[in-house]
């Protein structure tokens, strides 16, 4: 495991030299959602990650995750804390203009590179489901069509996981009691347990 600057040049390199890459193509936006945007995608329109996979014949494995969002309340999100008052709303978003975005084809004003102002909660429980993966070898990467239909396969492909996930942990009694859980693995030494796989 390692971690390289994410560049388009850094991620063509990756798969050209047969590497396995996780990449969040949502990047910041994800990362610093708003307050009632957990478990969404906000990803560009061009879908140049997937043009790059499909040049180099790469496997696409879809990875919904949830669980991180709920172990913190956001209280204001960037776009609050740009329009707070006496400055301090412009300084961030002075700051925010100052990053180098990682995407060659879009400027540093394109994304609010502005973390949320949050209180932390029990870490809650994660949950990952690997999605359906999507093999690239019958596709051309001039192909706009056939493009831009797996860069939306994909992203259905992780909605439908979210959902999946959110749908079953409802029968996980251990989800949202997290002293509960914490507690039973304290004195049990071993993981709470949750609901079964098949109920995915």
């Given at each position: 495991f390692g971690a390289v600057k994410v560049t388009p040049r850094n991620y063509y390199r990756m798969l050209q030299s047969k590497q396995n890459a996780l990449l969040f193509p949502g990047?910041?936006?994800?990362v610093f959602h708003g307050k009632d945007?957990?478990?969404q995608l906000f990803w560009p329109k061009e879908p140049d990650f997937v043009r790059t996979a499909v040049r180099f014949n790469a496997t696409i494995i879809p990875i919904s995750s949830?669980?991180?969002a709920d172990s913190a309340n956001i209280v204001m999100d960037g776009s609050d804390l740009v329009n707070l008052p006496f400055g301090i709303g412009d300084n961030l978003l002075k700051q925010s203009k100052k990053t180098i975005s990682a995407r060659f084809d879009a400027s540093n004003e394109d994304e609010l590179f502005v973390p949320p102002m949050f209180t932390?909660?029990?870490?809650?429980?994660?949950y990952f489901v690997f999605g359906t993966p999507f093999e690239t070898q019958s596709i051309h990467h001039k192909n706009n069509d056939?493009?831009?239909t797996l860069y939306q396969d994909v992203q259905d492909e992780l909605n439908r996981g979210f959902k999946d996930i959110l749908r079953s942990r409802e029968k996980d009694k251990y989800a949202t009691d997290n002293i509960q859980r914490l507690t039973y693995e304290r004195v049990t030494g071993k993981q709470a347990p949750t609901?079964?796989?098949q109920d995915i």
């Open positions: 990047g910041v936006r994800e945007e957990a478990y949830v669980g991180a932390p909660k029990i870490p809650a429980r994660n056939d493009i831009q609901f079964s796989i």
